[in-house]
């Protein structure tokens, strides 16, 4: 068991096999904003503010500037649920940043056989039942989250949601779009 404040990165490590993962949990998919908002069960202006601040950055496709459209991984929209499930609980955005540390440098396939465990101060990472056991033998209040079951959550709203590839051409924007027009005036001199 260790604390996720406590622990140090382990060097990411990349899937063996890709020919075994779905196409919808690699990274060569990705969902814009709403859809991760829906699937993740956060507003977009929590969505937003956590891209501009770090705590999750949108993997497939981030850009910079007004006009783009983030696209946010399966494992990016699992670690969304997973920091919206700690806050509901209390946990602090200091103690979720650390853990979302952590769990960044997990592959998607490990995440499944994490369980998160906090007693509200400090969020422990547990891989084992035996972890589990301990933890709670201490006989303080703590909670749990099992990852794995996040996961299948995540996987069926994504699945009823549209998604796209990061080199897929951007739509054209919406002809009444004038706040872009301006913009490209003013730019244009």
Request: proline residues 6%; hydrophobic residues 35%.
């Amino acid at each position: 068991m260790r604390s996720a404040e406590s622990t140090t990165p382990a060097p990411r490590q990349e899937a063996l096999f890709t020919e075994g993962v779905p196409e919808a949990l690699s990274d060569s998919v990705g969902y814009r904003g709403p859809a991760a908002c829906r699937a993740a069960g956060v507003t977009y202006r929590q969505l937003d503010y956590w891209a501009r601040t770090g705590l999750l950055e949108p993997s497939v496709r981030n850009p910079s500037g007004s006009g783009h459209q983030r696209l946010y991984s399966f494992r990016d929209i699992l670690v969304l649920k997973i920091v919206k499930r700690l806050l509901d609980t209390g946990v602090s955005l200091q103690q979720i940043r650390t853990a979302v540390s952590a769990l960044r440098d997990r592959g998607v396939s490990d995440l499944a056989g994490i369980t998160l465990m906090s007693d509200g101060a400090t969020v422990y990472e547990c891989t084992s039942d035996d972890e589990v056991i301990d933890l709670m033998r201490g006989g303080q209040g703590v909670f749990g989250i099992a990852v794995g079951s996040v996961w299948r959550e995540v996987e069926g709203s994504l699945a009823e949601l549209p998604s796209e590839r990061p080199d897929a051409e951007a739509p054209a924007p919406h002809p009444g779009d004038e706040l872009r027009l301006r913009r490209e005036q003013r730019s244009a001199g």
